[in-house]
């Protein structure tokens, strides 16, 4: 299998998970209309065929490792059950942060979700294999934390009117943010393995991680089908096969850049001088990936009062900092 064997090669990788992690959600953009719990089947879809696809491409190639799918079948009970678990944690958190900015909006979901989950992923990962200089570490992820605030802040001036901060908004996000903020040691410990098993590459990881999604996505999606968390009108499951053949593709299309993004962090990770607490807290930065996408590309700022645009420039700042501490962190 291909594998980075260089620090900068990893620090690449990971660069890669903020880009596709922050980019995934233009998929549904492009399905105007299409609730999202129907878009998400496609995107579950897109995941598990991205998964088999690198799989059967980087992961069967090279001299490092075992091929992809001997090593599917080698990976003891241990292992898989922890990527498995993991995939599940991060589909429930990942519905959860959906229904929660449909609920409090963008200025509650993010700063309470991917902020909790940022500092949770990095302690719990740091304490499962401590790499890297803690004080860059913890101290670049606390500048993430301030950055993700501030975009939460600008879209918050962006509107004019906000949508009230219920505390069945708050609650959701919360949980989002304890679940998004747990799914990562599971997949650390899948990547180490079991004392007397064998541990499977990431490719394998990614495969189980996956079907662990899938696993969960079914009644999850499901239930949320049927009494969505954001007090709309329940989802009608025929609307699935009225959608147009170009939403499904949406749809699988940002299952697949997820997926890429995903393989990419666990690559990272189970790098010598990476480790997964680095490489989850670059990983989360897709918060600001994806802001970027709306400046730039959406154009959601266009007319934006000028409180919103200064706490913009603000946000990119404080990220760059934090984001340049937490890759050095490994090198000090």
Not at 112 to 141: D, H, R, T
Not at 170 to 183: E, K, N, Q, T, Y
Not at 324 to 331: D, F, I, K, S, Y
């Amino acid at each position: 299998m291909l594998f980075p064997e260089t620090y900068p090669a990893a620090l690449a990788l990971t660069v890669l998970t903020m880009l596709c992690w922050g980019s995934w959600a233009n998929t549904l953009k492009l399905c105007p209309g299409y609730r999202f719990q129907l878009f998400y089947w496609d995107y579950v879809a897109g995941m598990i065929a991205g998964a088999v696809f690198w799989g059967l491409t980087a992961g069967s190639m090279g001299h490092a490792g075992t091929p992809f799918l001997a090593d599917l079948k080698q990976a003891g009970a241990g292992p898989i059950i922890y990527a498995i678990v993991g995939g599940a944690i991060f589909n429930v958190a990942n519905l959860l942060l959906v229904a929660a900015i449909d609920v409090a909006g963008l200025a509650v979901a993010f700063p309470v979700g991917i902020g909790l989950a940022l500092v949770i992923g990095a302690v719990s990962n740091y304490v499962l294999k401590p790499v890297g200089n803690p004080l860059l570490l913890f101290g670049g992820v606390a500048l993430v934390v301030v950055a993700i605030v501030l975009d939460a802040a600008a879209y918050r001036g962006r509107e004019a009117t906000t949508k009230a901060t219920t505390g069945r908004g708050i609650f959701i996000s919360l949980a989002c943010g304890v679940l998004m903020g747990c799914f990562y040691p599971f997949v650390a410990r899948a990547l180490n393995g079991s004392p007397g098993m064998a541990a499977p590459g990431p490719y394998a990881v990614t495969m189980y991680f996956m079907i662990g999604v899938l696993v969960s996505a079914v009644p999850a999606n499901w239930l949320l089908m049927k009494k969505p968390l954001d007090g709309k009108e329940p989802v009608d499951g025929a609307g699935y096969w009225r959608a147009p053949l170009g939403w499904h593709l949406a749809g699988a299309l940002g299952g697949c850049i997820w997926c890429t993004g995903g393989l990419a962090n666990f690559l990272a990770s189970g790098a010598h001088l990476v480790g997964p607490a680095v490489s989850y807290s670059i990983g989360q930065g897709a918060t600001m990936v994806s802001a970027c996408w709306g400046v730039f590309v959406w154009h959601e700022f266009a007319g934006a009062p000028r409180r919103a645009k200064i706490s913009l420039v603000l946000m990119f700042i404080f990220f760059l900092a934090g984001l340049g501490a937490v890759a050095l962190a490994p090198l000090y």
